[in-house]
């Protein structure tokens, strides 16, 4: 009875052994066949969403290639390409672009080797050298001019460097584009940048995708998209070990605060991007009024020295002032390069003094600038002041006055009394003794002896001790202006007739036993007039040097 009860009781412990062992049998194939099954859709899965990735950045490669009109075919075209992703990336875009588009380019690729990186070098230059030729692209490697290791501004001086080998190279190959591999996220990274250091609205647009013949074709592509278009064309890179170091700010900003603003925006990069676009529309238009308004309100410029109508910017808006200021001191074609680099605080400085600032007021600015208010112009300049030295003017001669850019002639001229002129309108003159400008020997001399513009003028010889003298302005100086009947301070002189303060140390003064006789250009002084009785007449003419020819000087 027992054997018969164990007997049934093995028969049952058998069945649920086996019942057990099928079920984990059947439950160990059913999860490795799901798993096989899953790993075959992940598998799939992710083939097509770098695949649709992969024609994503085709596509937007394409569009701004056609947007922003950086090419339209038979151009011959530098690629700036280091090996890492986003050049590599670039590189392999711009081959797949030209057939997508049907535009043949002729492409180089360029390695320019920073002298920085010995033992990395080699590496990259292999990698691009390989991929260059697998994509029939040529290839070129150009060392910067100089060793920056320690250059206490790197980043700046490598920018700069870099960017003359590019333009260099360019006119080399002959290529009338250079493309560069900046992409969206260090578009976001630059607005970043110059918002922490400060900057106008020039500095928030960010990096423009167009400038002169550098073309951004990749800057719409974020980083992510680029590492999965090499992921799904099979494409590998090199690795800069400088873009991991935490010593640049624009890598502190990449790899600890954007990922920070993340946790606040996911978007960030996008958000940036998409501001820099709009603030980059508005600064163009911006700029294009700024160009309008600066045309209307320079009055003259030199390499040294810009005058500007500043009446007109008193009541314009502040913001379309600092830009006038900024473009004016920037130069034009014929006047190449930037004429002074001031700073923003500088600039509002030279704001508040067209703003709030009297006749004759300045500011003193870095590297011996000065911005001068004057009575209708500002002008900016580094000129320094003129300061004429004493010379001597023997009568007759002539004296060179190179300061003033002037030479002033002496002569004598025979006695007039009871000579009769006609003046300007017709008038007989009988009397000389009231306006010098009408002082002559006789009527045929009349035209040698003076002009309008009162750069002629004579005196009685016999109230005059010679040798006369050509001097420079002196503090307390003062005169009898002809017609004005007293004396005058000659700063008051200088100000009634509207003489900027930075201007009157280049006038000219003749002088006579210490006396002023001639305030070169302007008038004459009423104690050494001719009159009626004079018998001899001192003639005194100024020309400027640069109207003297080889015939007439």
Known sequence: MVRDINKDESKRVNKDASQNLSKDVSQNVSKDVSQNVSKDVSQNVSKDVSQNVSRKVLEKVTSTIRDYAMLSGGETVLVGFSGGPDSTALLH??????????????????????????????????????????LDVNFITKPLKEHLKGHPNLQARLRELR???????????GASKVALAHNKDDQAESVIINFLRGSSLAGLAGIPPVRGKFIRPIIDVTRSEIEDYLAFNSLGSMLDSSNLKTDYLRNRIRHTLLPVLRQYNPGIVDTLARNAAVIRDDNEFLELETVKKTMTLISRRTQSKVELFHMPMKTMKTCLVRRVIKLALKGDSKHSGALWEIGFAHVEEIVKLIKHGAHGDRVYLPNGIRAIL????????????????????????????????????????????????????????????????TMAADKRDRDACFDTDRLAVCF?????????????????????????????????????????????GAIPLVV????????????????????????????????HTKMISPKTG
């Open 460 to 504: 009685d010889l016999d109230t005059l001790s010679l040798p006369l003298y050509v001097r420079g302005r002196r503090p307390g100086d003062y005169f009898y202006p002809l017609g004005f009947g007293r004396r005058k301070k000659l700063q008051d002189f200088f100000v009634d007739e509207k003489v900027p303060r930075d201007e009157r």
């Open 374 to 437: 004057g009575y209708s112009t500002l002008s900016i300049t580094t000129e320094p002041p003129v300061v004429i030295t004493d010379r001597v003017l023997d009568v007759p001669g002539e004296v060179v006055v190179g300061e003033a850019g002037v030479i002033i002639k002496a002569g004598i001229k025979a006695g007039i009394k009871d000579a009769v002129l006609n003046d300007a309108t017709g008038d007989t003159i009988t009397d000389l003794s009231n306006d010098f400008s």
């Open 163 to 173: 960017y003359e080998t590019f333009e260099e190279t360019a006119v080399g190959v």
């Open 512 to 543: 006579s036993g210490g006396e002023i006789v001639w305030v070169c250009g302007m008038r004459g002084d009423d104690r050494f007039k001719v009159t009626n009785n004079t018998r001899k007449l001192v003639q005194l003419r100024m020309l």
């Open 93 to 134: 875009l711009l081959t797949l672009v030209a057939k997508r588009l049907s535009i043949p380019l002729f492409l180089y690729a360029i390695y320019v080797d920073h002298l920085l990186r010995p033992g990395e070098t080699p590496g990259e230059i292999s990698f691009c050298e390989d991929l260059c030729r697998r």
